[in-house]
């Protein structure tokens, strides 16, 4: 039986998102997943994206939007000068119907989009680059009007989906891990 590992983000009751900002990261997190959506950056490396059973190359710089339980990792070789910015917000965070509200129809298809794993084309990488670093130093309102509008420029921006099928954990040990 093949071993997974269930991260537990460290999102706290009280927050709408967290974001990690890592500098030489290291590319040993284990092929995870978690049911909050996760947006990750990854900056100055090249190597391979995992999400689902989906298995690609990537070069230079990369932006993957993961929706709930979907087993994602990045892999690369290198180390120095690489850094992941990563964004996780819970499922619930629109709940009370506010994705089927006016104005906010494209960003509940991305959502939906993300549940196979969502990944943003080059021409669209420096937009939305640029939100999530400014996105790193807002707090409180102004931080989740930051968020809110990141998703939109997101939603609007070419993706394709990771063609991923759904997750399948028939054949897996679901192992806890908050050390991720």
């Known amino acids: 039986m093949k071993r997974l590992k269930r991260e537990l983000p460290p999102i706290g009751d009280n927050s709408c998102f967290t974001i990690q900002n890592h500098f030489d990261a290291k590319f040993d997190y284990p ?3 978690h049911p909050e959506y996760e947006i990750n950056v990854v900056l100055h490396t090249e190597g391979t994206r995992i999400i689902g059973d989906s298995k690609e190359d990537f070069r230079n710089n990369d ?15 290198k180390e120095k000068g690489v850094r992941v910015i990563t964004i996780q917000f819970s499922n619930d965070l629109f709940e009370f119907n506010l994705l089927n509200k006016e104005g906010m129809q494209s960003i509940s298809k991305l959502l939906n989009d ?5 990944v943003f084309k080059k021409k669209n990488f420096d937009s939305i680059k640029r939100q999530i670093l400014e996105l790193i130093d807002l707090q409180g309102f102004r931080g989740f009007i930051a968020f809110l509008e990141l998703l939109h420029t997101m939603s609007k921006s070419d993706y394709r989906l990771a063609l991923s099928s759904l997750p399948y954990f028939s054949d897996f040990e679901n192992s806890v891990d908050n050390r991720i």
């Open 31 to 33: 092929v995870h997943f």
């Open 114 to 118: 993300s549940r196979k794993g969502v």
């Open 63 to 77: 932006i993957a939007l993961v929706g709930p339980n979907l087993l994602h990792a990045w892999r690369s070789e």
